[in-house]
């Protein structure tokens, strides 16, 4: 089996900082996609950053400028880094990564359990 864990998450000042962390382990072959998305009390869970097996990025309009996604293969990690923090970023931040368990195996979706960010003064 696969999981993801969040670390990271907190409470944070408006205009603060913060670094998110995902680290996948169990079986695994190879990990294309990696992504995070969040979701605030009452809406939907939305894309934030996706970043692909190559390094292309993707931002919502809502975090570009401000949050910067990367990864770290041999690590089998993603992070999120969040500056300029704002109270509608308040959210519990989902890690999501798209998983090859095996070398000729069909690409499987995993979700990390989830940290919150509360950016709040």
């Known amino acids: 089996q696969v999981q993801l864990v969040e670390s990271g998450g907190g409470l944070v000042q408006p205009g603060g900082s913060l670094r998110l962390s995902c680290t996948a382990s169990g079986s695994i072959f190879s990990i294309d996609d990696m992504a995070w998305y969040r979701q605030a009390p009452g809406k939907e869970r939305e894309l934030v950053a996706h970043i692909t097996s190559g390094g292309s990025t993707y931002y919502a309009d809502s975090v570009k400028g401000r949050f910067t996604v990367s990864r770290a293969n041999t690590a089998k990690a993603a992070y999120l880094q969040m500056v300029s923090l704002k109270p509608e970023d308040t959210a519990v931040y989902y890690c999501?990564?798209?998983?090859?368990?095996?070398?000729?195996?069909?690409?499987?979706?995993?979700w990390g359990k989830g940290t919150l960010v509360t950016v709040s003064s």
């Open positions: 999501w990564m798209a998983v090859r368990t095996t070398s000729s195996g069909l690409r499987a979706i995993y």
